[in-house]
């Protein structure tokens, strides 16, 4: 099925460790984000890429980077993982302001 | 700062009551007024939208109510049922570009 997929579902890290979270879309979408979701706090963005080659910060971007390697793929990085960034972290793309979100990635840093 | 402001955070409403749910913003180049679904373990999908050329849309249960004035903007979830529990998010977007401003988020919970 079309969509924005996520990898992995899950993952536990200790204070200090590196991560990268995928995102892939198969929709040819130009526009693609990183968001977390955090309780009573919503969707807040972390960064966000216009188009291919294009990425800029979005409201929370500290301790965190991107990549957007093509244009179905965009990478968040994490390089020394921080107990604050204990998140459910959501990729989405889009086009034309229709949104598709991935299913998320649960994280927890220890 | 929060440009869309969403109330209540938490909602809890007796099967086949009136679910509703309140947006407000203060960007006035805002023109396109999405609601979001969100269930656990899944990302959120788009419901329904609209834009400020017109006061009201529905689809089936679903009816969003555009106050241009007042900068408001709200969703009314009739006959509510069981399976309508879960986060739903208001955003909201100017033509400026692609991107969503989201509201807070309200956690609906359907009581059978």
């Known amino acids: 099925n079309a969509g924005v997929t996520q990898t992995p579902k899950f993952q536990v890290l200790k204070t200090g460790q590196s991560m990268t979270l995928q995102c892939a879309q198969d929709?040819?979408?130009?526009?693609m984000y990183w968001y977390r979701q955090d309780p009573g706090m919503g969707l807040r963005l972390i960064y966000y890429?216009?188009?291919?080659?294009?990425?800029d910060k979005g409201e929370v971007p500290n301790g965190y980077n991107v990549s957007r390697l093509n244009k179905r793929e965009f990478s968040l990085r994490l390089e020394s993982a921080a107990p604050s960034q204990t998140s459910v972290y959501f990729c989405?793309?889009?086009?034309?302001?229709?949104?598709?979100f991935g299913s998320g990635t649960r994280l927890t840093v220890v | 700062q929060q440009q869309v402001k969403q109330s209540p955070q938490s909602l809890i409403v007796q099967k086949g009551g009136i679910s509703i749910i309140n947006c407000a913003y203060e960007?006035?180049?805002?023109?396109?007024f999405p609601w979001y679904q969100q269930f656990p373990g899944k990302g959120p999908a788009l419901l329904i939208a609209?834009?400020?050329?017109?006061s009201e849309k529905k689809e089936g249960r679903f009816t969003i109510s555009f106050n241009k004035s007042a900068k408001q903007f709200s969703l009314h979830i009739m006959d509510s049922q069981p399976g309508d529990s879960a986060t739903y998010f208001c955003a909201a977007s100017d033509n400026a570009g692609n991107m969503l401003t989201f509201g807070g988020g309200t956690r609906l919970m359907v009581k059978p």
């Open positions: 929709m040819n979408h130009n526009s």
């Open positions: 609209i834009r400020p050329d017109v």
């Open positions: 989405a793309s889009s086009a034309n302001l229709g949104y598709t």
């Open positions: 890429s216009a188009s291919e080659g294009t990425t």
């Open positions: 960007n006035t180049a805002f023109d396109y």
